[in-house]
Each structure stands twice: as C-alpha cells, then as structure tokens.
C-alpha cells in the first residue's frame, strides 16, 4: 500500500489520511505512558490488542444503536475510522471510586459510588487534562448545552455497554474515559463516540479476587501489562489465535 499522509501522532495512537475523504486510518502504536507521560514505556503488542479490543467494542456499541467512529478493522495495528472534529474533553464515567476521585475526596479506591457518575476535563496536556464543570464548558464554548446533554446520555449508554459486557467475563467496570466527535451530514451536526476504549481507558478489575487489568498495571508497576490486556481479550474472545506478546523469534544456530 502507497506510503500514507501522517496527520497526528499522539501517545499511543497515529492518524494517518484515509483512503476515501472523511475517513481517517488509526494505527495502535505499543507506547504506553502515565503522569502525563512523565512514565513511558514499550510494551510489545499493546497496539495489536488494544487494536482488536477497541474494535469488538466499538462493534459492540453498533449493534446495540450507540454511533461511533469504527469502520473496520485493516490489519493487525489499524483500522479504518470516520473522521471527526473531536471535542477538547475527556468524558469519564465512574461506578467505583478510583484514581483521582478516590484521592481528591479521600475515599478508598473500590467503593461503590450511589449511581455512576459523569464528569469532564479539559482536553490539553500542558495543563494536565484539568476536571471542568458544565458551566465551563458551555461558557468558553467547548460544547453546547444540547451537546452535553447528548454526551452524558452517550456516555451512560456505553457505561451499561460495557459494565454488561465486563459482568459477563468475571470483570468490574471501576472507570472509563471516553472521547466523542462531531460528525456534519447536511445541516446536522452528530455527535460519536470516537478515539478509543480499550483497557489504556478503562480500569477493570476481576469480580474474584480484584486484579487489576488495565493501565494501573504500568502506572503502579503491579506486574505485566501485555499479560493483564491479553487476559481481558482472552476472556471476551478477541484474541486472535496467532497474536500473542511472545517474544521475537531467536536465530538458532
Ligand atoms: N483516563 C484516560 N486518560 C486520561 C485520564 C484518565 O484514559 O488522560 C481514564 C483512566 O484510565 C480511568 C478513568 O479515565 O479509567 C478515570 O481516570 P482518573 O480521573 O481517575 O485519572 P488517573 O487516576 O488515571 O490519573
């Protein structure tokens, strides 16, 4: 395939052009990086699972009405996505107190949280993604009133998704972030879910005995990441019978 136009390259994914307008290709690099990528890392077949991950959700999410930016999948590391103009924020739902919610209000990492909650922050590194209420949001002109009632109502849709989908295979949806974007057909604007939602996104932690299986694995060095992501996608079925994070192959001599 012809050499394609690098659009955007951000932590762990790569936008290059599409092969039709308003289409885009996303390539799942292996970098993981926490703290605002004060840590990084390489994690041999990070993109390949989060790659398929992220497509058996985004599927998911179609079958059951939710609209988001999965074409198809191409190869082993990208996929052929919608192209959209992405809202500055990062929507996160919340079942279980965890992360900067637990630290920020003192509760212990795993209580249950009265319904799930919904909340916002600032798509913008340098300031560190800071949490804003609605009335920022609305006031600097982020997103409209109308577009936030959308993206709740988004949001919680894909939280019940996905804690289903997790309850299923033994797994806990403690958190999530997702991103959406705007999509113009005519005079209408659409808002879809977009980016990502893979365990780099999520914390999932097993029903039994409490494991962690997401990115907490890296951020709080508590053992191998390639093996806690390819558990989640065993669990689900995705995994591809030849993709594994073995090593490369050694010459023999
Ligand atoms: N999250 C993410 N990207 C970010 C910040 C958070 O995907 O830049 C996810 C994170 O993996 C977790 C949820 O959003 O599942 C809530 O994260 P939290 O606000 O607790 O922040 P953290 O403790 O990860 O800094």
């Not at 577009?147 to 797994?171: E, K, Q």
């Not at 705007?182 to 659409?190: H, I, L, S, T």
Request: with cysteine; hydrophobic share 40%; proline share 5%.
């Amino acid at each position: 395939m012809a050499r394609r136009k690098k659009l955007y390259e951000g932590k762990a994914k790569v936008l290059y052009e599409g092969p039709e307008p308003g289409t885009l290709v996303q390539y799942f690099k292996d970098d993981a990086t926490a703290f605002n990528a004060e840590k990084k890392d390489v994690i041999e077949g990070k993109g390949v699972l989060n790659n398929r991950l992220s497509e058996f959700f985004m599927k998911g999410l179609t079958q059951i009405g939710v609209p988001n930016h999965f074409i198809k999948r191409l190869n082993m590391r990208e996929q052929l996505i919608r192209a959209v103009e992405i809202v500055p924020l990062e929507v996160i739902v919340r079942n279980y107190a965890a992360g900067s919610m637990a630290k920020r209000l003192g509760m212990e990492e795993g209580t249950p949280l009265p319904r799930p909650i919904v909340e916002f922050s600032y798509k913008d590194d340098a300031l560190g993604d800071p949490l804003v209420p609605e009335e920022y949001i609305i006031a600097f002109g982020w997103a409209s009133q109308q577009d936030m009632d959308d993206i709740v109502a988004l949001a919680l849709r894909v939280n019940d998704y996905m804690s289903g989908v997790m309850y299923g295979v033994g797994i806990k949806l403690i958190d999530f972030k997702i991103e959406v974007g705007r999509v113009f057909e005519g005079d209408y604007q659409r808002l879809i879910v977009a980016d990502e939602i893979s365990p780099d996104s999520c914390r999932l932690w097993d029903i039994e005995t409490g494991q962690k299986l997401d990115k907490d694995v890296f951020r709080r060095d508590l053992g191998s990441l390639a093996d806690a992501y390819t558990e989640v996608a065993k669990r689900l079925g995705v995994l591809p019978s030849n993709v594994t994070h073995a090593p490369k192959p050694t010459l023999i001599n």
